[in-house]
């Protein structure tokens, strides 16, 4: 069972910067992958972006441009750089892991272990 952690998130105005980070209990596989999701209140949970073993990622088109999703293999680590925020960016957002298969597809269903959230409002 994988085990994460999220922070770095907080407040900001639009137009600002925030990066979220997030700590893996373990090693993840070649088949594995890792992604950002978020919820706003009162909607379903979105992909946000995601990257596999090979470094490869995909993002919403709500977010290209602007977030950068990235791992650290070494430290265990999944990084989310948003840029440019914007209020509708405001949700809470989640790391999430996928064991067992290597997929680019932006879907919540597929990922089966989750973090608790770290918040991110824009105003």
């Known amino acids: 069972h994988v085990q994460l952690v999220e922070s770095g998130g907080g407040s900001v105005q639009a137009g600002g910067s925030l990066r979220l980070a997030c700590t893996i209990s373990?090693?993840?596989?070649?088949?594995?992958?890792l992604g950002w999701f978020r919820q706003a209140p009162g909607k379903e949970r979105e992909g946000v972006a995601v990257i596999d073993s090979d470094g490869r990622t995909n993002y919403a088109d709500s977010v290209k441009g602007r977030f950068t999703i990235s791992k650290d293999n070494t430290k265990n680590t999944l990084d989310l750089q948003m840029q440019g925020l914007k209020p509708e960016d405001t949700a809470m957002y989640y790391c999430?892991?996928?064991?067992?298969?290597?997929?680019?597809?932006?879907?919540?269903?597929?990922?089966?272990?989750w973090g608790q959230g770290t918040q991110v409002t824009v105003s």
């Open positions: 373990k090693s993840l596989d070649s088949s594995d992958c």
């Open positions: 999430a892991a996928r064991t067992g298969g290597r997929t680019l597809i932006l879907a919540a269903i597929l990922y089966s272990s």
